[in-house]
């Protein structure tokens, strides 16, 4: 069963998105910083995900977070309920929408 957004109060968790930028400090020492992209409205639902790990298979918990399309990336940080939660998967839904699968990374 596909995912499809119905009607925009679906969309009922702030979401900030966050890229990975460089920029040389003033000994000229790379500086890895996060850059806020943009702040959107999702919905968020906990899943847990299994992958063999070095000890078999092992279970992690991740999110599906559904939004509006936008500039988001794979490998970009996404902020909700305080935390940072990385991008490992982007799936299109319509021509409207998206579903980002993501880890928390904190």
């Given at each position: 069963m596909r995912y499809r957004l119905r009607q925009s109060?679906?969309?009922?968790?702030?979401?900030?998105?966050?890229?990975?930028?460089?920029?040389?400090?003033?000994?000229?020492?790379?500086?890895?910083?996060?850059?806020?992209?943009?702040?959107?409205?999702?919905?968020?639902?906990?899943?847990?995900?299994?992958y063999n790990g070095d000890n078999g298979i092992e279970f992690l918990k991740a999110f599906?977070?559904?939004?509006?399309?936008?500039?988001v990336k794979m490998g970009d940080i996404l902020t909700f309920d305080s935390r940072n939660h990385i991008i490992t998967q982007i799936e299109d839904i319509d021509k409207h929408s998206i579903k980002c699968l993501c880890q928390s990374r904190d």
């Open positions: 109060g679906e969309l009922n968790r702030r979401v900030e998105v966050k890229r990975a930028s460089s920029s040389r400090d003033s000994l000229g020492g790379l500086v890895q910083t996060l850059s806020t992209i943009s702040t959107r409205w999702a919905d968020i639902r906990e899943k847990m995900v299994n599906e977070v559904y939004m509006r399309n936008g500039d």
